[in-house]
């Protein structure tokens, strides 16, 4: 039987810049659910890739004296180089300016002009170049400027081709009425029904092109060779590139099951016109759009290259280990919040976590069992094990359901729970004791300790590829693929190894 689908997305990321540790969070975000969705079998198709039309990035190319296409495709190097470093397991990497995409934006771009919803009329207003839209007088700061950029937009009129987002907007609030789960968390679903009501209010159509004369870096529109599509409706649409559109493999297949993952900053958008621009193609809409808040700097603005406050992903990873940012990122950020990074929060952390509570858990253990090699039991008969037992069904369905709504703090807690479960398991039964005594329990009981060692680290496989499996080779007969239920689900190998590497070094981030 061919297993259920599942089909999740980044943002295409601009190419004006590299890669800072927001779109990093992101891209991990994806990278561990397609993980965590592989390992319950589900077919994953996990999409990333790069935005590379616009005035943006056509400044900064002019900026950096390259030609346009020069110049993205050396930044979309630096997002692919950096995710294939950090071993995000993505299915494919799209560029908006490869010809498969420029054939799906002219071909949706022509269906819905003949149906007679996109039309030619004359705009004026404020535009941010850096958002590559127009602001509206409620959204500047009390100063004029960009809340996001922090600089004055600049006024602009011009004629230009205009998207009915107005014929859309009643029959998209009504289907949010009806399916409120399509934007999670809560609090964002809100924002967008209130968000629609106001452009309602406001009467405004989405103006989708900008002349050539102005800028050349865009996507011709079919029916208009004066004008290049604006860029959301040019970015937008790779969602559907990158799984085949209009093709129809594996095109039918991916698109029901599809999941966007953003953070705030593109909710309108994501939420509101990307919702809008499916109906007028008349194609169902994605399955869930799920947003995400801001990684703050020191500085407790939102983390940006153009604000300087941003941390480099991979020499972070060269710092505190890849696994290390991964689980940093995963477990102190709730999604959907803000969360603030500092070198202080991650050394805690990752500290309290990985090296104190589970890297400690496993040495122990470990070392327990080279020291004492009890005899293998061939029963787990001992206290401990229904304990555990009961534990692991309160984490199944406690991890499981915080994954289906992306609060990977919470699933990550349940499983550390455990371990500290076991730590203090140590404590009350004291093996070394047990040992002097030669008590026939410490078998079982250093058994169930390593077995379920394995559990934690299934069950962290999403968020720790690297350390996961290194240790479960080690230790597990064969590579185990489901979530186990039970210890008894666990093989041990035959012989477990004398010597194994540190799980997680402790960090002195302050001194370094
Ligand atoms: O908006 N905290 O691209 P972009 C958390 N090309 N996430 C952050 C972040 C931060 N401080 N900074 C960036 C674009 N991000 C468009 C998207 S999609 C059809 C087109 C992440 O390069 C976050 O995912 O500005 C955010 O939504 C995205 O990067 C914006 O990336």
Not at 5 to 18: G, Q, R
Not at 90 to 117: A, W
Not at 186 to 213: C, F, H, Q, V, W
């Amino acid at each position: 039987m061919a297993s259920e689908s599942f089909y999740i997305t980044t943002p295409i990321y601009y190419v004006n810049a590299k890669p800072h540790l927001g779109h990093t969070y992101t891209t991990m975000v994806c990278d561990t659910m397609a993980r965590y969705m592989r390992q319950r079998n589900r077919e994953v198709f996990f999409l990333t890739g790069t935005d590379e039309h616009g005035d943006k990035i056509a400044r900064s190319a002019e900026k950096a004296g390259l030609d346009y296409y020069t110049f993205a495709t050396q930044n979309a190097t630096a997002f692919r180089e950096t995710w294939e470093k950090l071993h995000i397991s993505f299915n494919d990497f799209i560029r908006t300016t490869e010809e498969r995409h420029k054939k799906v934006v002219q071909t949706v771009l022509q269906k819905i002009y003949e149906k007679g919803d996109i039309y030619l009329s004359d705009y004026e207003g404020k535009y941010c170049f850096g958002c590559e839209r127009y602001l509206t007088e409620k959204e500047l700061t009390p100063e004029g400027n960009c809340p996001d950029h922090q600089v004055p937009p600049t006024p602009l009129k011009e004629t230009n081709y205009f998207f009915k987002l107005q014929k859309y907007l009643p029959l998209l609030r009504k289907e949010l009425e009806k399916n409120p789960e399509l934007i999670f968390p809560n609090g964002y679903y809100r924002e967008t029904l209130g968000a629609i009501d106001e452009l309602i209010k406001l009467g405004e159509d989405l103006s989708i092109s900008r002349p050539k004369k102005r800028l050349k870096w865009g996507i011709e529109l079919p029916f208009d060779s004066d004008f290049v599509t604006y860029v959301w409706f040019d970015a937008l649409l790779n969602y559907l590139t990158g799984i085949g559109y209009p093709k129809e493999d594996p095109f039918p297949r991916f698109w029901p099951q599809a999941h966007h993952v953003i953070a705030k900053d593109i909710l309108k958008p994501h939420a509101i016109y990307w919702p809008c621009m499916l109906m007028a193609a008349e194609l169902p809409l994605y399955k869930r759009l799920m947003v995400h808040g801001y990684w703050l700097g020191m500085d407790d603005l939102k983390m940006s290259k153009s604000l300087g406050n941003a941390a480099e992903p991979l020499s972070l990873a060269e710092k505190i280990s890849e696994d290390g940012m991964r689980y940093f990122l995963l477990r102190e950020m709730h999604f959907g919040q803000d969360a603030r990074f500092s070198d202080n929060i991650l050394e805690m952390r990752l500290n309290q976590d990985l090296a104190n509570n589970l890297g400690n858990l496993i040495q122990r253990v470990l070392s327990m069992l080279k020291k004492y090699a009890p005899p293998r039991p061939n029963v787990l008969e001992h206290p401990l094990f229904s304990k555990i037992e009961g534990f692991l069904q309160q984490i199944k369905d406690n991890y499981h359901k915080a994954m289906a709504d992306f609060q990977f703090h919470e699933a990550l807690e349940e499983i550390m729970s455990l371990a500290r479960f076991l730590n203090q398991q140590i404590e009350v039964y004291r093996p070394w004791d047990l040992a002097k005594k030669n008590d026939a329990s410490l078998g079982p009981f250093l058994y169930i300790l390593t077995k379920s060692i394995v559990v934690i680290l299934i069950y962290l496989e999403p968020f720790l590829p690297n350390k996961s499996k290194e240790f479960l080779e080690l230790l597990l007969e064969k590579k185990q693929r489901n979530f186990p239920e039970s210890l008894h689900d666990i093989e041990l190998k035959e012989k477990i190894p004398k010597s194994w590497p540190v799980f997680f070094n402790r960090l002195s981030l302050a001194s370094s």
